[in-house]
T-cell receptor
Framework: GAGVSQSPSNKVTEKGKDVELRCDPI?????LYWYRQSLGQGLEFLIY????????KSGLPSDRFSAERTGGSVSTLTIQRTQQEDSAVYLC??????????????FGPGTRLLVL | AQTVTQSQPEMSVQEAETVTLSCTYD???????LFWYKQPPSRQMILVIR??????QNATENRFSVNFQKAAKSFSLKISDSQLGDTAMYFC????????????FGTGTRLKVLA
């Protein structure tokens, strides 16, 4: 079946503009993660959605970042008033939660964001 | 706090040779899972291999195997018969089973397989 998809693949924006990044998880996967990958760094956890539970937003770096997940499926990560330090690859991953933590996270191809 | 350390930012290996990538981690937990992910230039992260901490037997997946040393908190990845398609970033990751759902990733090792 289809994997995790993300759009856009690349996004160039000007400092101060808002951007929306989209993630379509694998159908039926109840767990969804957003990560940020900066150059030379590992993956930084941003936010976690699990079913209808309140998301864990503890990784969001500032109040300019927000995310939502509609209908337990598609998720959107929004960055308001973008700054140059927001430039990074934003990765989304989904997991079939009932299987437990040993189940594989499936990653999307990421969105490369460049803030000029 | 749990941490994952990959001390080799870059490595190279000749095609058909064997290479070992290092990963150490720090945790006070007893039950957890460890993973190696591969990220080729296409950016698509792919699971390479997974190890459950309560299993003493090292996981293997075809040309990929791990050396899991729980007491030393070490989890190295061995790639045998390296192929050009193995060129990628490799990330080590940890997750505890004690209720947290956050995966902790290392900073990655960039592996280049030379023809």
């Amino acid at each position: 079946g289809a994997g995790v998809s993300q759009s856009p693949s690349n996004k160039v924006t000007e400092k101060g503009k808002d951007v929306e990044l989209r993630c379509d998880p694998i159908s039926g996967h109840t767990a969804l993660y957003w990560y940020r990958q900066s150059l030379g760094q590992g993956l930084e956890f941003l936010i976690y959605f699990q079913g209808n539970s309140a998301p864990d937003k503890s990784g969001l770096p500032s109040d300019r970042f927000s995310a939502e997940r509609t209908g337990g499926s598609v998720s959107t990560l929004t960055i308001q008033r973008t700054q140059q330090e927001d430039s990074a690859v934003y990765l989304c991953a989904s997991r079939d939660s009932p299987g437990g933590f040993q189940e594989t996270q499936y990653f999307g191809p990421g969105t490369r964001l460049l803030v000029l | 706090a749990q941490t994952v350390t990959q001390s080799q930012p870059e490595m190279s290996v000749q095609e058909a040779e064997t290479v070992t990538l290092s990963c150490t981690y720090d945790t006070s937990e007893n039950n957890y899972y460890l993973f190696w992910y591969k990220q080729p230039p296409s950016r698509q992260m792919i699971l390479v291999i997974r190890q459950e901490a309560y299993k003493q037997q090292n996981a293997t997946e075809n040309r990929f195997s791990v050396n899991f040393q729980k007491a030393a908190k070490s989890f190295s990845l061995k790639i045998s018969d390296s192929q050009l398609g193995d060129t990628a970033m490799y990330f080590c990751a940890f997750i505890s089973t004690s209720g947290t759902y956050k995966y902790i990733f290392g900073t990655g090792t960039r592996l280049k397989v030379l023809a």
